[in-house]
């Protein structure tokens, strides 16, 4: 077995060539174009002063997403090598010179730049991942196993955890599910693209989405050829009284439970006018559930799913109650979309880990899922007040906007404000997001809407070491 | 962690349809009054506009507390089910129809067909998928991981996966590896899928592939807009000596170790012309490493990838060696192709489950992987070698061709024969796959080709207990 001995694996490291492209052969597309940015200024192919283009153009001609590009930029400028003003757009930090002596040394992981604290929104608290109880979960489910379960699988998923998933859904979300009505698959980013090919496959030619939400998810239907018309939110949620204005629409993509990243409940009335619209219409209604077991003042509202399981296309996943690293997700189908969802997963390739699939239905019915949630929501609960509380003291002039629920809030500042407070959180080690960058670029300012100028703070995600200094360095930037 | 024990977990589903009072046995005294209502309202036994009782009545009628009652109330309200309105109560809201879909007869799995020996090829033996070395390797790695490892991960895969691999495949194959130019995918489906995509991006429009091969693959390249125009198989292998003909292609699809289905390997004059056509044309070789580490006559072949690791793109998995539930597997590319695949591979959902990352590059680094390979080689060795043993002493006129090595072999029937075979294989509940399933239908018949009538056997996936009993049945339809 060990006869074709090289020496091939202990070769140098790629080292970034002159090309922007070349350049891009890093570790991930974010990290290789922000090493490509460092060349540039290093080498002085960008000299000090010099406007970088706007991340929208960037993004389009680099063809990768336009927060690709916006990270990139978020983490040069948290690093010193360019700066960012209102107004006055991107440019290469005149102190940038400056770094190229010591950045001449060769980059390691270890090197990489890391802010020193991360609030930005995506992810939920890693360090609590239940370890032990998940590889318990694991032994059971794979002793247990049929020998079958190792093989290619379902295209629906295990049943097992169809089955599971069925049962815990109608407990605790009040969805109208069955296991034959599910479709597991790696995450909701999976799933709203197996939903695209599917709405091509009808002839959708595009899906409404919240004024407020993840460029990310506009890009992946734009991508498959939807267009992505906005529809207002406002401080009772999505405008669903609008979506009859927007004739061309097959689908809204909502998040009822807690709209992202505003942190609203969508009204009542609200709800019952997008089930409306989509039975006037034919149209379906694509629920993001992406937190909805997080409410903390309150019982969650069940899904919007439940009114019309024939008209709403539910999607959930554990990404933000386990950890994202499973790329375990789960849709809850009308059931004539079944075999069409199925087609657009293709027939050789399903995705998810059968094991992981199996122990996470082990973990479900074992109640280890909901002791997690519930042990989750104390603590998350917790963190959000910890934040208000600090902010009701040092920064009366901002206020923490958006149900007591999720892993992030709004923390709504002056107008005029928000860009200034970003750059000068990153100058201070601290990355945490501007609502404007989930504002949808053809969507029309919204009088009736939010205050624009606004933080969008992660506060599940910080370790307990870090978040004490990252609310005192968040305290510190506030106008 | 998990300090919040309750016995509602290990309380049955909720059963709709039921009486009222019966559903409120459910994990909760609101959950239950709020999902016996939605059923109530759903199966059309309260009908829109309908008025509850007064909250105070109804909680008098089930002997609750009034508050559970106005708590599952407004949740309904919250929902869209129910609509309250000063001075006239709580009623049902009138877009809340009747839904009637679970009427329809559940499909059930039990029900279908399954054949009493299946000796179809693409399974590996999955009784033996050593599970104790698994979830040992599952502990160490899960109790080792920094928290990050939970998180959305890489593009290109954990890293100390991909560091494993190449380790790992250099040695073990010959294939000249290195962390940055390994992208992990899950499986070769996966991996063929992103490789489209990025031969898309690069203007290809055809990807030559060996006129015997898996239907599947030929339409997933023809599904992504490419052609796939054959190349000729004799017992050397592909004629790559014709690929300067075929003018179109920007890629040819091999399987060099181990031609798939013929079993022949390519031979090292075809290896050269393979390469030399790639150099001349600037064209691309996908090589599908299926299953070379199993050989049983001699030391496996080295991965062609070796030749020229910059016009060869390599495919490996853990399907044939491990179990093809993990869904995982590897692509070793070209360095100027990574951005390519990784921007095929979206910005958003990498799929791959870090947990089985991080189990997988553990199980390999200790040596259990190579443990396991070896001692699944000894096992299908003898396997191929009872299927050549039977077949010798029960049907001379047939011959068992192609190397000792994989998981299938072919077995030569007498001209015109084949169809009538696997008919009557299948009407002794014997699931068998004839060559001719696997020729593409626009390969022009090969007179220099291998005997056009054969059998394709999977000798390594039946249980111990059915291989018995399916060589007696194999060898009974024998002609």
Redesign the interface.
């Known amino acids: 077995?060990?006869?074709?001995?090289?020496n091939?694996?202990s070769?140098p490291?790629?080292e970034p060539g002159a090309d922007l492209?070349?350049e891009?052969?890093?570790?991930?597309?974010r990290i290789?174009l922000a090493n490509a940015l460092r060349d540039a200024v290093r080498t002085g192919r960008l000299g000090p002063g010099t406007r970088l283009p706007a991340s929208r153009t960037l993004a389009a001609d680099l063809?990768?997403?336009r927060?690709?590009v916006t990270d990139a930029y978020a983490e040069l400028v948290a690093e010193g090598w360019l700066t960012a003003q209102q107004g006055s757009g991107t440019r290469v930090a005149d102190q940038a010179q400056a770094h190229t002596a010591e950045a001449s040394a060769p980059r390691t992981?270890a090197a990489q730049h890391r802010p020193a604290y991360g609030l930005k929104p995506?992810?939920p608290d890693?360090?609590?991942?239940?370890?032990a109880?998940?590889?318990t979960a694991?032994?059971r489910a794979?002793?247990a196993a049929p020998?079958?379960?190792?093989?290619?699988?379902?295209a629906l998923g295990q049943?097992q955890l169809r089955s599971a998933l069925?049962?815990y859904l109608?407990?605790a979300r009040?969805v109208?599910a069955?296991p034959?009505r599910i479709i597991v698959c790696?995450?909701f980013?999976?799933g709203l693209?197996l939903m695209a090919q599917a709405l091509r496959s009808r002839q959708v030619r595009a899906v409404a989405v919240e004024a407020y939400g993840l460029d990310?998810y506009r890009?992946?239907l734009t991508s498959a050829g939807l267009d992505t018309p906005p529809v207002r939110v406002d401080e009772f949620g999505a405008l669903t009284s609008d979506l009859p204005l927007l004739r061309e629409a097959g689908a809204v993509l909502l998040t009822p439970a807690h709209q992202y990243p505003i942190g609203v409940?969508l009204h009542?009335?609200r709800?019952?006018a997008a089930?409306?619209w989509a039975?006037a219409s034919g149209g379906l209604i694509l629920e993001d559930d992406y937190d909805g077991e997080f409410r903390y003042d309150r019982?969650p509202?069940?899904?919007?799913q439940?009114?019309?399981?024939?008209r709403v296309v539910y999607f959930g996943s554990v990404?933000k109650s386990l950890?994202?690293?499973?790329?375990?997700g789960w849709m809850v189908l009308?059931?004539e979309l079944v075999p069409q969802v199925v087609a657009a997963k293709?027939?050789?390739?399903?995705?998810?880990?059968?094991?992981?699939q199996m122990t996470l239905a082990e973990f479900i019915t074992?109640?280890?899922y909901?002791?997690?949630v519930?042990?989750m929501r104390q603590r998350y609960r917790r963190r959000r007040d910890q934040l208000v509380t600090a902010l009701a003291h040092s920064a009366p002039a901002v206020r923490v906007t958006g149900m007591a629920a999720g892993l992030q809030a709004v923390v709504e500042l002056p107008r005029g404000t928000e860009g200034e407070v970003v750059q000068s959180a990153a100058r201070r080690g601290l990355e945490v997001s501007g609502l404007s960058e989930f504002f949808h670029p053809g969507a029309e300012r919204d009088r009736r809407g939010p205050e624009q100028d606004a933080l969008v703070v992660n506060f599940a995600a910080s370790?307990d070491s870090a978040w004490t200094g990252a609310l005192e360095t968040l305290r510190s930037v506030m106008p």
């Open positions: 077995m060990a006869n074709h001995q090289t091939s694996t070769a490291p790629v492209h070349l891009l052969s890093g570790p991930g597309l290789g063809g990768v997403s927060n690709t992981k995506g992810s890693l360090a609590n991942f239940p370890r109880q998940w590889l694991a032994r794979l002793t020998n079958e379960a190792f093989g290619y699988g379902d049943e069925a049962d109608a407990r009040g109208y069955h034959e790696s995450g980013h999976h693209a990310l890009d992946l409940a009542p009335d709800r019952v089930v409306d039975r019982q509202v069940g899904a919007l439940g009114l019309d399981p024939d990404s950890a994202p690293g499973l790329r375990l009308p059931e293709g027939h050789g390739d399903y995705m998810s880990s059968a094991l992981d074992s109640g280890s909901d002791r997690h519930r042990s370790s």
